[in-house]
């Protein structure tokens, strides 16, 4: 029986979940059922790439396309498009699969101008609030529902993704399929113990440690974890905090680490290769994002077993269970913060349920065979039907 063959387009494989979802799939589907062929354009000098990290397994080498950046740029754009649209054209998919904006667009035209049976696009999170002005993100969101025209299914990765799509008309309900984030969680299930990780970084063991695992770019909002961290500081002096990730923020958020006091208590890592070893060493992970996917970090963090804080925004709901796995705050809140971070650091038996509860929730629904078996099935079906649109949709874009 032929392959299902799949041509996977993802904007940049910078370091985050989309890259690593593209990455999993592109090595892990069966392959006696299906071809892969990876498109990815470049990234931005401080977002990192995943595959330096040795996150993703070595027969992950995407075909590079350096104009499909993050970047609008109507020439690059047009570029990408003529050269993605070509590579469809020889490879002949079955199926296009888009991960991210500029590839979501440029991937599914392609797709459709070079007559592929399905095209399937993933949300990653909502990009309808919170990074761009009001007319922005609404010639955004027009677009999407002109793009959704010439889409087989939509793939959204919370619940309240998929809520979001429906109530904003991105597409039909019909075309929406809900599959979680899944990750390679096996390294931090097997992560050392708290004792050892800070024997291997040099931490005392008696020293609380607050960490944060994120791009340094604005929607994560690191000043409020900052400003939240002081606050805790206060009431407990010997408090050290690690902040992980890099990004266009960094060296303003270093400068307000220190204006406001956090002083040698608080250390920027940069991007690294050791999280298990990381996670395993802090008493709690933060988060202060105002707007969120499916958090990575929080996952990685809860198969390691620790307690986590963060805000209540988009999908993070769906995966910080309440109380049970952690806490949840108002964003822009760096009290509520600094308050749930601080009850966990005075309550072992409280972090200690936390991290037990989040271990085994994260373990049952975000691991990687669980989303290739769902991508799987959706393909399946797709092959299955003649998915295609009429020619005539391409021309609404």
Same mark, same amino acid.
């Given at each position: 029986?032929?392959?299902?063959?799949?041509?996977?387009?993802?904007?940049?494989?910078?370091?985050?979940?989309?890259?690593?979802?593209?990455?999993?799939?592109?090595?892990?589907?069966?392959?006696?059922?299906?071809?892969?062929?990876?498109?990815?354009?470049?990234?931005?000098?401080?977002?990192?790439?995943?595959?330096?990290?040795?996150?993703?397994?070595?027969?992950?080498?995407?075909?590079?396309?350096?104009?499909?950046?993050?970047?609008?740029?109507?020439?690059?754009?047009?570029?990408?498009?003529?050269?993605?649209?070509?590579?469809?054209?020889?490879?002949?998919?079955?199926?296009?699969?888009?991960?991210?904006?500029?590839?979501?667009?440029?991937?599914?035209?392609?797709?459709?101008?070079?007559?592929?049976?399905?095209?399937?696009?993933?949300?990653?999170?909502?990009?309808?609030?919170?990074?761009?002005?009001?007319?922005?993100?609404?010639?955004?969101?027009?677009?999407?529902?002109?793009?959704?025209?010439?889409?087989?299914?939509?793939?959204?990765?919370?619940?309240?993704?998929?809520?979001?799509?429906?109530?904003?008309?991105?597409?039909?309900?019909?075309?929406?399929?809900?599959?979680?984030?899944?990750?390679?969680?096996?390294?931090?299930?097997?992560?050392?113990?708290?004792?050892?990780?800070?024997?291997?970084? +040099?931490?005392? $063991? &008696?020293?609380? /440690?607050? @960490?944060?695992?994120?791009? #340094? *770019? =604005?929607?994560? !909002?690191?000043?409020?974890?900052?400003?939240?961290?002081?606050?805790?500081?206060?009431?407990?002096?010997?408090?050290?905090?690690?902040?992980?990730?890099?990004?266009?923020?960094?060296?303003?958020?270093?400068?307000?680490?220190?204006?406001?006091?956090?002083?040698?208590?608080?250390?920027?890592?940069?991007?690294?290769?050791?999280?298990?070893?990381?996670?395993?060493?802090?008493?709690?992970?933060?988060?202060?994002?105002?707007?969120?996917?499916?958090?990575?970090?929080?996952?990685?963090?809860?198969?390691?077993?620790?307690?986590?804080?963060?805000?209540?925004? +988009?999908?993070? $709901? &769906?995966?910080? /269970?309440? @109380?049970?796995?952690?806490? #949840? *705050? =108002?964003?822009? !809140?760096?009290?509520?913060?600094?308050?749930?971070?601080?009850?966990?650091?005075?309550?072992?038996?409280?972090?200690?349920?936390?991290?037990?509860?989040?271990?085994?929730?994260?373990?049952?629904?975000?691991?990687?065979?669980?989303?290739?078996?769902?991508?799987?099935?959706?393909?399946?079906?797709?092959?299955?039907?003649?998915?295609?649109?009429?020619?005539?949709?391409?021309?609404?874009?």
């Amino acid at each position: 029986m032929r392959r299902i063959r799949i041509l996977r387009v993802i904007t940049r494989m910078n370091i985050g979940g989309p890259a690593i979802q593209a990455g999993l799939l592109t090595a892990m589907l069966d392959p006696a059922r299906f071809e892969t062929l990876l498109v990815a354009g470049a990234e931005g000098s401080r977002e990192g790439n995943i595959l330096s990290l040795g996150r993703l397994p070595s027969t992950v080498r995407p075909l590079l396309v350096p104009e499909l950046g993050r970047r609008i740029a109507p020439a690059d754009d047009l570029r990408a498009l003529w050269k993605v649209t070509a590579i469809a054209r020889a490879y002949r998919p079955d199926i296009v699969h888009t991960h991210l904006a500029k590839a979501g667009f440029v991937g599914r035209i392609a797709g459709r101008l070079a007559g592929a049976q399905a095209i399937v696009h993933t949300y990653h999170g909502s990009v309808f609030h919170g990074y761009f002005g009001r007319p922005e993100s609404a010639l955004y969101l027009g677009v999407e529902r002109a793009l959704a025209h010439v889409t087989s299914r939509i793939v959204a990765i919370t619940p309240q993704g998929s809520e979001e799509l429906a109530r904003l008309r991105v597409a039909p309900a019909a075309k929406i399929v809900e599959i979680p984030l899944g990750l390679d969680l096996a390294p931090f299930r097997d992560a050392p113990d708290r004792l050892a990780a800070r024997s291997l970084l +040099g931490i005392s $063991p &008696d020293e609380p /440690l607050v @960490g944060l695992v994120a791009r #340094l *770019v =604005p929607i994560k !909002d690191v000043l409020t974890f900052l400003k939240a961290m002081a606050l805790v500081i206060a009431d407990i002096p010997q408090l050290a905090v690690m902040i992980v990730g890099d990004g266009e923020e960094r060296a303003r958020l270093e400068a307000a680490a220190v204006q406001i006091g956090l002083g040698t208590r608080c250390r920027f890592l940069g991007w690294r290769a050791d999280l298990p070893v990381l996670y395993a060493a802090m008493d709690v992970l933060a988060l202060s994002s105002i707007n969120e996917g499916a958090p990575v970090s929080v996952i990685e963090a809860m198969a390691t077993g620790r307690p986590v804080v963060a805000t209540a925004v +988009g999908g993070v $709901p &769906d995966v910080v /269970l309440d @109380g049970r796995t952690g806490f #949840l *705050v =108002p964003p822009r !809140d760096p009290k509520a913060l600094s308050a749930a971070v601080s009850a966990i650091l005075c309550d072992r038996q409280v972090a200690d349920s936390f991290g037990k509860e989040g271990r085994r929730n994260a373990l049952a629904r975000f691991d990687a065979p669980r989303l290739v078996a769902d991508i799987e099935r959706l393909y399946a079906s797709l092959a299955a039907s003649d998915t295609r649109g009429p020619s005539e949709n391409v021309a609404r874009l």
